[in-house]
T-cell receptor, first 114, second 109 residues
Framework: DAGVIQSPRHEVTEMGQEVTLRCKPI?????LFWYRQTMMRGLELLIY????????DSGMPEDRFSAKMPNASFSTLKIQPSEPRDSAVYFC????????????FGDGTRLSIL | QKEVEQNSGPLSVPEGAIASLNCTYS??????FFWYRQYSGKSPELIMF????GDKEDGRFTAQLNKASQYVSLLIRDSQPSDSATYLC?????????FGTGTSLTVIP
């Protein structure tokens, strides 16, 4: 079975540009999570969806960040405008439920904002 | 207080020794507990999960859970250099999933 698929794997762009990260969860998983990981702050939950509906976006750092899940097999995380402090690895994860099931991670997108 | 606390390390053990990684959590209602391994530059990979008090063994790995003490640990027997990685503890409270900041483990050949 295919795992969680993220694209692009690497993104380098200039400050002020719009950045869009993409994720395809594992088929049949109802929950999708977006994380950001840095050396300083570790793994931070940004937002998660249940059945395509955003449930908790309290981790989204500011209005420059937005996430959508238009259908069960696709989600985007957008940063507009991007800033150097947004540089991090962004992971998408999915799970069948949010109770006792583990989350399965994609390979991540390494984002560098110059 | 953070939901999940781990000693950041680094923890160094010689090859063949037992590595012990520890994690405490704050929510007494937490229901499920997970250990992830993350190699440098890679994504977190699930290695163990445990739901009930006691020990759960899988090969060289043993997860231990003590809900009364709000403590979960991971033992790695016969440590190998390939076990060198960061180990993340994760806790599911039923409503939320929390990760610790991870413990860096180095196994010295």
């Amino acid at each position: 079975d295919a795992g969680v698929i993220q694209s692009p794997r690497h993104e380098v762009t200039e400050m002020g540009q719009e950045v869009t990260l993409r994720c395809k969860p594992i088929s049949g998983h109802d929950y999708l999570f977006w994380y950001r990981q840095t050396m300083m702050r570790g793994l931070e939950l940004l937002i998660y969806f249940n059945n395509n509906v955003p449930i908790d976006d309290s981790g989204m750092p500011e209005d420059r960040f937005s996430a959508k899940m238009p259908n069960a097999s696709f989600s985007t995380l957008k940063i507009q405008p991007s800033e150097p402090r947004d540089s991090a690895v962004y992971f998408c994860a999915s799970s069948p439920t949010n109770s006792n099931q583990p989350q399965h991670f994609g390979d991540g997108t390494r984002l560098s904002i110059l | 207080q953070k939901e999940v606390e781990q000693n950041s390390g680094p923890l160094s053990v010689p090859e063949g020794a037992i590595a012990s990684l520890n994690c405490t959590y704050s929510d007494r209602g937490s229901q499920s507990f997970f250990w992830y391994r993350q190699y440098s530059g890679k994504s977190p990979e699930l290695i163990m999960f445990i739901y009930s008090n006691g020990d759960k063994e899988d090969g060289r790995f043993t997860a231990q859970l003590n809900k009364a003490s709000q403590y979960v640990s991971l033992l790695i027997r016969d440590s190998q250099p390939s076990d060198s990685a960061t180990y993340l503890c994760a806790v599911n409270t039923g409503n939320q999933f929390y990760f610790g900041t991870g413990t860096s483990l180095t196994v010295i050949p």
